[in-house]
């Protein structure tokens, strides 16, 4: 199965800009939606956006539109999530999921994690 690891996490000022990578080894044609979910201490994990390899179709949560991007490089087999303009309420353990599809419970369910990296907002 695919093994995914993701890096860039770290602390920033409000309006500040991080880039999380998700690196995947092992990735199949099962692994064709890649996306990024995040857990804030008291609250539950929620989707961020996703990816289609195979088209390069995205989808994100409305919080993140026009701040955030996912992209992927297929030579480095790494998805990355731009994050601009951050705010303190993203502040989370960020984690990376791969599915068949980019539907939320497939990713949710898929049982294929990274182990996630922090990511502090601070104002």
């Known amino acids: 199965q695919v093994q995914l690891v993701e890096s860039g996490g770290g602390l920033v000022q409000a309006g500040g800009s991080l880039r999380l990578s998700c690196a995947a080894s092992?990735?199949?044609?099962?692994?064709?939606?890649v996306g990024w979910f995040r857990q804030a201490p008291g609250k539950e994990r929620e989707f961020v956006a996703c990816?289609?390899?195979?088209?390069?179709?995205?989808y994100y949560r409305d919080s993140v539109k026009g701040r955030f991007t996912i992209s992927r490089d297929n030579a480095k087999n790494t998805v990355y999530l731009q994050m601009n303009s951050l705010k303190p309420e993203d502040t989370a353990v960020y984690y990376c999921?791969?599915?068949?599809?980019?539907?939320?419970?497939?990713?949710?369910?898929?049982?294929?994690w990274g182990r996630g990296t922090q990511v502090t907002v601070s104002s």
């Open positions: 092992g990735r199949t044609f099962s692994d064709d939606g």
């Open positions: 990816i289609r390899w195979s088209g390069g179709n995205t």
């Open positions: 999921a791969a599915s068949r599809t980019c539907s939320i419970v497939q990713l949710a369910t898929s049982g294929n």
